[in-house]
């Protein structure tokens, strides 16, 4: 089932590839015939904030041929690009944005901005369970005393270990103090 579904997905893929290598863009007599008013192009880009909705995803790739966006092709592009996608809205996306690209010759363009700057910046990662992500010198006295056991007990150990005396071997033994010391410490 899983062969299946994957081979089924790679030949959307190639598919849409290959629709968007022979796109074959409205003359501008074509797009003057459909609807651009603004009305509508809210009511478009409501429906594509909402991508994940399967009702409103369907609604939107059926409007957008009888749609007008020339003027709006940055602010589609951004929306797309700011877009709350999960894993399973990223072939619906792919899909607008080649029918998106096979309509207007400037979307391309105007897409590579916003989602490389959406890419960029990822949020941070989540922290991890059991313990804290802050540096040791950051934690409060509250996250030192209410953390796991463990934790304390291998904060206690470092913090020991920071504020304990270093001797040199070299510096103690070759000083001549008598240290009966074989190994450095």
């Not at 996608?85 to 010759?105: F, G, I, N, Q, W």
């Not at 400037?106 to 890419?119: H, I, R, S, V, W």
Request: glycine share 4%; aromatic share 4%; proline share 9%.
């Amino acid at each position: 089932a899983r062969a299946a579904e994957a081979a089924a997905a790679l030949e959307a893929r190639l598919k849409l590839r290959q629709l968007n290598l022979s796109a074959q863009r409205p003359s501008e007599g074509e797009l003057k015939a459909r609807d651009s008013s603004l009305k509508k192009y809210e009511a478009a880009r409501r429906k594509l904030v909402k991508l994940g909705d399967e009702r409103e995803r369907s609604a939107l790739l059926a409007e957008l041929p009888r749609l007008n966006l020339s003027k709006y092709v940055e602010e589609v592009a951004l929306a797309v690009a700011e877009a709350p996608l999960k894993l399973k809205d990223v072939v619906p996306a792919a899909e607008l944005c080649s029918l998106m690209h096979r309509t207007y010759a400037t979307f391309t363009q105007a897409l590579e901005p916003p989602l490389l700057k959406a890419a960029t910046a990822l949020p941070p990662p989540p922290p991890r369970p059991g313990g804290t992500s802050a540096p040791r010198s950051s934690l409060g006295q509250s996250t030192w005393r209410s953390g796991p056991p463990a934790r304390r007990r291998s904060l206690r150990r470092s913090s020991a270990r920071a504020r304990a005396p270093t001797r040199s071997w070299s510096s103690c033994c070759s000083a001549g103090t008598g240290c009966r010391s074989t190994s450095p410490t």
